[in-house]
């Protein structure tokens, strides 16, 4: 699975040229759908739509089957469909191609414009239910990506040792027979040696954790989600004096890893999450609702836009389906709303979005119920 990083989403928020084509389908992780290419007969059904609307731009033929050939050549790769989360999110331009298989379901759409069209990916970067799992152990390490529903494993085969002996050798053994681990599904160790052998033996395993830590801080190192240790209990204090995550979080799964299967590690994580996610979305819907008024939040898009250029929004909330389209003249701060679909119309909700997230703030898609304001389709909380 590609991994969504910031650099990556700062990478596609630069892209700016006369054609940008988002394209977001759901997709299924194994079952009859699979084996019926219900996924590739779903992208398929987009592709034919973007053709037909890049036809409608004046695009010749031979024009939008170069654009869209990267994209196409899935539809042949049986190995590529096998391999699939809940979602699947391809963007387009000329001499660029990007696919992101993630751990989200979209709904079947396609954009086009000058810009890629970002917004569904908001709550895997933002604090809206993302977070990580490290199962951690001597014999192996796995790294996961999860949200509220689901889970997708990380492969960090080239970025961290596989195990202890891949970083300290194969004499630790050797080194060690006096250490053993006593009830390790409950996470308790019991060293057979004292002294010098029991603190040498923590420090092999700090060393190798602190590689593990090393090879991770590549993917996280600009990220702010929550990452969820799961280890045997005596390993766990271990890792903390190794890690350089500052979003490691305080409680862990205890036990083996390797005796949950993966729905039970999801479920297991998701448990200690959850709290973390829910009231921070709740903190800042109540600030919101308390500065309404003050000029400190702002239901009008007028004002939200120039707000979220200047890097001043805090948080961001848009209504889960909707959006305005326009124009934003950033040179005059002049917002222009288009009632109808023009040529030149941009998505001033993906607009918003992006500024938002680039410079620091939280980004939510929700639900109408969850708004913190029932009058409007967009709302958002200052820093100052």
């Not at 707000?307 to 005059?332: C, K, S, T």
Request: charged residues 25%; contains cysteine; glycine residues 8%.
């Amino acid at each position: 699975m590609t991994l969504l990083t910031k650099k990556a989403f700062t990478q596609l928020s630069g892209v700016h040229a006369p054609t940008c084509i988002s394209i977001f389908i759901p997709t299924h992780r194994a079952g009859q759908e699979v084996l019926e290419k219900k996924d590739q007969l779903a992208l398929k059904n987009q592709l034919k739509e973007v053709s037909h609307n890049l036809a409608g731009q004046g695009y010749s033929d031979q024009e939008v089957k170069s654009m869209l050939e990267p994209a196409a050549q899935l539809l042949e790769d049986t190995e590529f469909w096998r391999h699939q989360s809940d979602g699947l999110a391809l963007f387009i331009s000329e001499g660029f191609f990007q696919k992101f298989t993630l751990p989200l379901e979209f709904e079947a759409a396609h954009h086009i414009g000058n810009s890629f069209h970002l917004v569904p990916l908001m709550p895997l970067l933002t604090g809206d239910g993302r977070f990580f799992i490290l199962a951690l152990g001597l014999e192996g390490v796995k790294f996961y990506e999860g949200t509220k529903y689901s889970i997708a494993r990380i492969i960090v085969y080239d970025l961290t040792p596989a195990r202890l002996e891949d970083r300290v050798g194969y004499d630790y053994e050797e080194k060690f027979l006096q250490f053993r681990s006593q009830q390790e599904g409950a996470g308790h160790a019991m060293f057979h040696g004292h002294g010098e052998g029991e603190a040498d033996h923590k420090n092999e395993i700090l060393r190798y954790f602190r590689a593990v830590d090393e090879g991770l801080m590549q993917i996280l190192h600009d990220e702010r989600q929550p990452l969820v240790l799961a280890s045997l209990d005596y390993l766990a204090p271990i890792y903390r004096e190794a890690n350089n995550y500052n979003h490691l979080f305080e409680s862990h799964i205890s036990g083996n890893p390797g005796d949950d299967d993966l729905m039970s590690l999801h479920g297991k994580a998701w448990e200690l999450v959850a709290p973390h996610f829910e009231s921070g979305r709740r903190e800042k819907a109540g600030a919101y609702q308390q500065a309404l008024g003050t000029g400190k939040a702002s239901p009008d898009l007028r004002d939200i836009l120039p707000a979220a250029m200047d890097g001043r929004i805090d948080a961001l909330f848009l209504r889960e389906g909707e959006d305005v389209q326009g124009l934003y003249n950033q040179e005059d701060r002049e917002l222009e709303i288009h009632e109808s679909l023009r040529e030149t119309s941009v998505s001033l909700f993906n607009l918003a979005a992006v500024e938002t997230y680039l410079q620091g703030g939280d980004v939510f898609v929700v639900p109408e119920k969850e708004m913190p304001d029932d009058h409007s389709a967009v709302c958002a909380l200052y820093r100052y």
